[in-house]
């Protein structure tokens, strides 16, 4: 059976020692062409109405290219368990549509929506129509065992101890 969340982290651990292993530096005096970021770690959801989770895994990968008008090309994140709870088939995700990187490849924020909660449930209708939940995840660059924080509109808080590979490639 194919698991996203397994089929997920495989391709984040690859492209993190694909980053480690071309740094930054390919060449010196041209521009960046592409933003490339990935991360992972292990720590708590609280929900809403106060429910916690630990042992779950944060996972996204982004890239943001300056060729095209300086979209996010690729982009996904998801929120799932470690332990075999009834949601780690189908875990919390979504999209992402910006992505701040600093200059020094230090800090980055970066911006979407949630597809999917298949953790918390919360309930984001409004008459028939799903309410969109904007949600944001932040942390330092290219440091071990940084703290990737995680933040929702409707209210979820996520706090995951990991690693994020940011690089720039030109």
Known sequence: MNNPGRTMLTSTVILAIILMLFPTVFSHGFKAVNKIAS????????????????????????????????????DNWSIGALNLQPHI??????????????SSLKDISIKGSENQDNICQS????????????????GQCNTKDTIISF??????????KGTIICNLLR
């Open 89 to 102: 088939a189908h875990p919390n995700s979504g999209s992402i549509s910006g992505v701040h990187l600093s």
């Open 151 to 160: 933040t929702s509109i409707d209210g979820k808080k996520g706090s995951f």
């Open 39 to 74: 991360g992972f770690g292990t720590g708590t959801l609280v929900c809403p109405n106060g429910l916690t989770f630990n042992n779950e895994q944060i996972q996204f990968e982004v890239s943001k290219s300056k060729k095209v008008a300086k979209q996010v090309t690729s």
């Open 123 to 138: 309930v984001n209708r409004i008459g028939s129509a799903v309410k969109i939940n904007y949600i944001s995840i932040t």
